[in-house]
């Protein structure tokens, strides 16, 4: 009898384990890419912390205000895997993605992941007119 017990409570042990883990996961990508304010929302504010944290760290050479996940949330455009850092692309494309997606609200707008494998004309030249 006391080793069923000792089962079960191993097994919710294990159960607990599992779900905390996937808490974890969950909490790790809490802010969608591009949100780096991460305040639940893409917008051209982000945009215009990326542009700007590329200015001060690229064009400045002046220490970095974001954070290692600001970087990852803010580095959306990165067709070579070589450049992992921010620049003007990753901001212009932040910034396309919220006009075309909330401003304009075009239902074909895909998800920012999927938007950035278009070219940026592309949108531009069929929904910014
Ligand atoms: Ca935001
Ligand atoms: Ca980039």
């Known amino acids: 009898m006391k080793k069923i017990w000792t089962k079960a409570i191993s097994l919710m ?28 929302y893409v917008n051209a504010e982000d945009a215009n912390k990326v542009l700007c944290e590329y200015l001060v760290t690229e064009v400045m050479e002046m220490p970095a205000t974001f954070t290692e996940e600001q970087v990852a949330l803010g580095n959306v455009y990165h067709p070579d895997k070589v450049n992992e850092k921010l620049d003007t692309m990753d901001a212009n494309y932040i910034l396309v993605y919220f006009l075309i997606h909330d401003v304009m609200e075009d239902p074909d707008c895909p998800a920012l992941e999927e938007f950035v494998k278009v070219p940026l004309e592309k949108w531009a030249g069929g929904n910014l007119k």
């Open 13 to 40: 042990t294990a159960a607990l384990t599992i779900g905390a883990c996937t808490i974890n996961a969950s909490a790790e990508s809490a802010y969608q890419l591009g949100d780096v304010d991460m305040n639940g």
